[in-house]
């Protein structure tokens, strides 16, 4: 007979009791385990052209003229294209409370919106974990993101290997930093033609839930359901950072941040249009917010950088106003705090 823990799956009497301020009102949760994951709040969203996806076609070859000498012909070319499919994967989740347990202090509504709150944060998490590291070769269900696309510096094993920098650390204690122009033609995060964008929850609300015993009992039910993937549409407007060693930030081993920070920009065609969360008027309809560019690293950077930008020799970092808040910018680029950026990730070769 197969067992369940229930206090790892389901709230117990205990957990509702930690939930309760004096007066039995549900107490408000101060959540320690929330992070700031801003690239989530940046990032935008298209429809994709297919059901479990987004197929993309993009050039390969430039078609080329003749230099024509009298009397002689003209040789036919033509340009080259492929395609490519970004799939998309399912995040989903149920939460179960039994109902005496949330009727307990008279305001189920109130306990089922702590326990709603703690799944999308959860779920958040979740996504921009796998927007970074997801790889569809190891976990075909799910999605693939950033890193496995651009984890190579060798321009013979990938195109995008020309994006991507080596700061120069050859342990483990490393991390990245992203430089992303989004656009509906650069980079987006795509959900299925025909579906919703963004985390949704359904109220399923009362239910009988049925144990493998053969018991059964009344619960309130909850389902959350995202429906995501990532389209990189052009390799040229995503620039990655690596082989960051965290543990040499400063001293005669560290790598000179502005400097690569410099390079980074470099690799982009073009410098980017919008450093804003202000809507794009120039992209199409369909388009869920608008184009931007920004540069994302986990707090230790962050932090690091935030330092730098206080350097009276310094020009290119300033503290700016962005999205009603002062943070450093390079270049008028705001620069990002992502907490799910990893500080032990293996060295780029």
């Known amino acids: 007979m197969t067992q369940t823990i229930v206090g790892s799956t389901a709230l117990t009497l205990m957990d509702w009791a930690k939930r309760q301020d004096d007066d039995g009102r549900t107490a408000i949760i101060v959540d320690l385990l929330s992070q700031t994951n ?3 709040l940046d ?6 052209n297919q059901t479990d996806g987004h197929k993309t076609t993009m050039t390969t070859g430039l078609p080329e003229g003749t230099w024509r000498e009298f009397y002689q012909g003209i040789s036919p070319t033509k340009g080259g294209t492929a395609q490519i499919k970004d799939t998309v994967g399912v995040l989903e989740a149920y939460s179960d409370i039994d109902m005496d347990l949330a009727d307990l202090n008279g305001n189920s509504a109130e306990f089922r919106l702590s326990e709603s709150a703690m799944f999308m944060e959860g779920m958040t998490q979740q996504a921009q974990q796998a927007f970074l590291y997801e790889n569809t070769r190891l976990n075909p269900e799910r999605m693939l993101g950033f890193t496995p696309r651009y984890n190579s510096l060798e321009t013979s094993v990938s195109q995008s290997a020309n994006n991507v920098i080596s700061a120069g650390g050859t342990a483990s204690t490393n991390t990245s930093v ?3 122009q ?3 033609n650069t980079c987006a995060g795509i959900f299925p033609r025909g579906a919703k964008a963004g985390l949704s929850m359904e109220d399923l609300g009362r239910k009988t839930k049925y144990l493998p015993s053969g018991t059964q009992f009344e619960v309130y039910s909850s389902y ?3 429906k995501m993937g990532l389209c990189v549409r052009d390799w040229r407007y995503v620039t990655r950072l690596c082989n960051i060693d965290v543990s040499y930030l400063t001293g005669t081993q560290a790598a000179n941040l502005i400097n690569l920070f410099i390079s980074a920009f470099a690799h982009w065609p073009t410098a980017p249009r919008m450093a804003t969360l202000a809507p794009d008027p120039t992209m199409p309809s369909g388009v869920v917010g608008g184009g931007r560019a920004a540069i994302y690293c986990n707090r230790t950077i962050a932090t690091f950088m935030s330092l730098q930008a206080t350097n009276k020799t310094n020009v290119l970092l300033q503290m700016q106003e962005f999205a009603g808040m002062v943070v450093p910018t390079f270049r008028g680029v705001p620069i990002r705090i992502v907490d799910q950026l990893l500080s032990t990730e293996a060295a780029v070769t």
């Open 43 to 48: 990032m935008l969203w298209i429809e994709g």
């Open 178 to 180: 992203w430089f992303i």
């Open 182 to 184: 989004w656009g509906a």
């Open 224 to 226: 959350f359901k995202w």
């Open 38 to 40: 801003e690239m989530m």
